[in-house]
Antibody
Framework: EVQVVESGGGLAQPGGSLSLSCAPS????????MSWVRRAPERGLEWVSV???????HYADSVKGRFTISRDNSKNTLSLQMNSLRAEDTAVYYC????????????????WGQGTLVTVAS | DIQMTQSPSTLSASEGDRVTITCRAS??????LAWYQQKPGKAPKLLIY???NLESGVPSRFSGSGSGTEFTLTISSLQPDDFATYYC????????FGQGTKLEIK
C-alpha cells in the first residue's frame, strides 16, 4: 500500500528556519518526481517545489532562494529546508508523489501525506 | 507562468443536483488537467487526470471534459459525501492550481 507521512512542522519566528521531512512507503523517492504543496489558511493549494528523478529541482517564485528541496535515497526520504520564513509561509505543507510536467506519461499528484502545519509568527 | 482561473468560487446545491465547475488556463495546456476534491483536515484526493480520465476508485458520477484552455468537472447527481472543495491543476508546465470551488449544501 502506498503511504506518505510528513513530519517536522511547528512554530517558527519570522526570519527563522524549519525543516520538513517526508517518508513514503510503497515506492521510492528516487523512482518518481516528488513535490511539496501547501495550503495557507483560507487560501487554496499552492505548489511549492519539485525534485525530478534525475535530481533537478524547481521552486515557486514565492519560495525561490529561501527553500531547498532534497532527498536521501538511502533513507527513502524527502526534505524541505525552509529559511528566512515569513508570515505568509504559514500553511499546511503536503508531500506528494508527482510533479513531472514534461514526460509523455506524466501523472498529476496522486499520493499525498496528511500534511504538517507550519506557523510563522512572533 | 500558466495561470488557472476557476469558477465559481462557491456553489450552493442540493443532493441529487447536477453541478459543473469550470477552469480556464491562460494558455493551452493540451489535456494536462487534473481535478481534486479536498475535505477539511484531509489531503486532496485525485478525481480526474488528463482532463477526462477517471482515477481508479472514483465514482462514475464524476466526469471531466475539455481541452486546450477550457475544462469542466461535472458531478451528475450530488451525494452527501460530495460537499467539499474542488481544485483544478494544470501540469503542462510546472504545476498551478485553480483558486478552488467550495461546494455547499443549499
Amino acid at each position: 500500500e502506498v503511504q506518505v507521512v510528513e513530519s517536522g512542522g511547528g512554530l517558527a519566528q519570522p526570519g527563522g528556519s524549519l525543516s520538513l521531512s517526508c517518508a513514503p512507503s510503497g515506492f521510492t523517492v528516487s523512482s518518481t518526481y516528488m513535490s511539496w504543496v501547501r495550503r495557507a489558511p483560507e487560501r487554496g493549494l499552492e505548489w511549492v517545489s519539485v525534485i525530478s528523478t534525475g535530481g533537478a529541482v524547481h521552486y515557486a517564485d514565492s519560495v525561490k532562494g529561501r527553500f531547498t528541496i532534497s532527498r536521501d535515497n538511502s533513507k527513502n526520504t524527502l526534505s524541505l529546508q525552509m529559511n528566512s520564513l515569513r508570515a505568509e509561509d504559514t500553511a499546511v505543507y503536503y508531500c506528494a508523489r508527482g510533479g513531472d510536467t514534461f514526460g509523455s506519461s506524466r501523472r498529476p499528484f496522486d499520493s499525498w501525506g496528511q500534511g504538517t502545519l507550519v506557523t510563522v509568527a512572533s | 507562468d500558466i495561470q488557472m482561473t476557476q469558477s465559481p468560487s462557491t456553489l450552493s446545491a442540493s443532493e441529487g443536483d447536477r453541478v459543473t465547475i469550470t477552469c480556464r488556463a491562460s494558455q493551452s495546456i493540451n489535456n494536462w488537467l487534473a481535478w481534486y476534491q479536498q475535505k477539511p483536515g484531509k489531503a486532496p484526493k485525485l478525481l480526474i487526470y488528463k482532463a477526462s480520465n477517471l482515477e481508479s476508485g472514483v465514482p462514475s458520477r464524476f466526469s471531466g471534459s475539455g481541452s486546450g484552455t477550457e475544462f469542466t468537472l461535472t458531478i451528475s447527481s450530488l451525494q452527501p459525501d460530495d460537499f467539499a472543495t474542488y481544485y483544478c491543476l494544470q501540469y503542462s508546465s510546472y504545476s498551478t492550481f485553480g483558486q478552488g470551488t467550495k461546494l455547499e449544501i443549499k
